[in-house]
């Protein structure tokens, strides 16, 4: 038996094999993974494996029952429009019996923080999710699994579309800066669904001079040929310049930046015709209309976005 074939083998470790040693383009990594699709039906899909400490054998939460979960968490995120808004999940594997049959079934019952302190504590392994903000390609959670590090989860609005942004542009961005030891100034990817990612978190006073090891973005764009990071979107670095997001990476090529601008009219024309014109509100305030029209002089004038920008200090959610 091959270790395609093997049944602890994931299906998709030949296409995460690929994208260590190359960055696969969104469509090209899209195609890759229908493929396994239509030879599997269909099943979704899961990238990398969450390390040992986000496991917990006692409760009977293993990594199947894991992304179990955070397919759910997903769609929650993405329906909570509250920044700041803080929950408890507890989840315990259960063995129900019906009839002359044991079925195993995962059961996740949530508190809203904060809660009454009089009711009896629930039992299993805790998922505190706090709402940290949003962007123009998902909404981001701060997630702690068993009291242990914060996490960013991120659940994209619109995972079917296939563009520089999204689930099939960034997971292949976080596989090969991962394996290419680029964390220097970038969170560290760490697994991912196929509508959803999970990275480092990096806190306001994270400064890539105290990380150990790695190399920058900038020095690993030079050797391969890829785009510089936007300094204009400002949201998108702490107050020591380190990157919060990889969004948008991809190979430098004539023309790119206008045929980004066609794929980005086209993702918000989805969302409009999607959600109605209310969508596109959060995106008319005087800061942002200030941003477009400093990325679209960028666009014509490619100089300008080399300009480096210190970001403001700015409160990146709460602690739990």
């Not at 093997?6 to 969104?26: M, R, T, W, Y």
């Not at 991120?154 to 090969?176: C, L, M, S, T």
């Not at 480092?200 to 400064?207: F, G, V």
């Not at 510089?228 to 400002?234: S, V």
Request: proline share 6%.
């Amino acid at each position: 038996m091959s270790d395609r074939n093997h049944p602890n083998v994931s299906p998709v470790a030949p296409i995460i094999a690929q994208a260590q040693k190359e960055l696969l383009p969104p469509h090209k990594f899209y195609r890759l993974c229908r493929e396994v699709c239509q030879q599997l039906g269909p099943k979704r899909l899961y990238f990398c494996t969450p390390t040992a400490d986000l496991i917990d054998l006692n409760n009977g939460i293993g990594t199947k029952e894991l992304r179990q979960f955070l397919d759910f968490l997903s769609e929650y995120v993405r329906c909570t429009d509250q920044e700041g808004h803080q929950d408890q999940f507890y989840l315990k594997r259960l063995k129900l019996r019906i009839g002359r049959k044991t079925k195993k079934v995962l059961s996740v019952k949530k508190m809203s923080v904060p809660y009454n302190k009089s009711i009896i504590s629930a039992q299993g392994m805790k998922i505190e999710v706090e709402i940290a903000g949003k962007g123009m390609i998902g909404r981001v959670a701060r997630v702690r699994i068993n009291n242990g590090k914060d996490l960013a989860f991120k659940a994209f609005f619109d995972p079917n579309f296939v563009w520089q942004h999204g689930p099939w542009a960034e997971i292949p961005i976080g596989i090969r800066l991962k394996y290419c030891q680029v964390t220097k100034d970038m969170p560290e990817f760490l697994f991912a669904g196929q509508d959803w990612a999970v990275w480092e978190w990096i806190y306001p006073h994270t400064n890539p001079q105290s990380r150990v090891g790695g190399i920058t973005y900038e020095q690993f764009a030079k050797q391969e040929g890829l785009t510089r990071l936007n300094p204009l979107n400002i949201s998108n670095y702490n107050p020591h310049n380190m990157r919060l997001d990889p969004g948008g990476i991809q190979k430098d090529y004539l023309g790119r930046r206008f045929h980004d601008l066609l794929w980005s009219i086209l993702f918000y024309l989805r969302k409009t015709r999607r959600e109605g014109l209310k969508s596109l509100t959060p995106y008319l305030t005087q800061k942002m209309i200030g941003y477009m029209v400093l990325r679209l002089v960028s666009l014509i004038n490619p100089g300008i976005s080399s300009t480096t920008i210190k970001p403001k200090e700015t409160k990146v959610g709460t602690k739990f």
